[in-house]
């Protein structure tokens, strides 16, 4: 079962795998962490709240639903 990180949204085979993308990119040591508080952006959606702008917006991408309907203007699969 695939592994998906919250903080931006990505896939990963398995938990070890989504452990160290968290370390690796979202990690406040990192030199490309934000510098603006962590989850500071939030889905109007949702509410998800996510570091970047660019996380949210790959976020936004994805299916919304409420209950078991899409919600409306959101992308649906199919």
């Given amino acids: 079962m695939a592994e998906e990180c919250s903080e931006c949204g990505?896939?990963?085979?398995?938990?070890?795998?989504?452990?160290?993308?968290?370390?690796?990119?979202?990690?406040?040591?990192?030199?490309?962490?934000?510098?603006?508080?962590?989850?500071?952006?939030?889905?109007?959606?949702?509410?998800?709240?996510?570091p970047s702008r660019e996380a949210l917006a790959a976020h936004n991408l994805r299916p919304h639903y409420r209950g078991n309907r899409p919600v409306p203007g959101t992308p649906t699969y199919g």
């Fill in 10 to 50: 990505a896939s990963f085979a398995g938990p070890a795998d989504l452990i160290g993308h968290v370390k690796r990119a979202h990690s406040p040591t990192q030199t490309n962490a934000p510098e603006t508080p962590k989850h500071l952006l939030a889905c109007a959606l949702c509410g998800q709240r996510f």
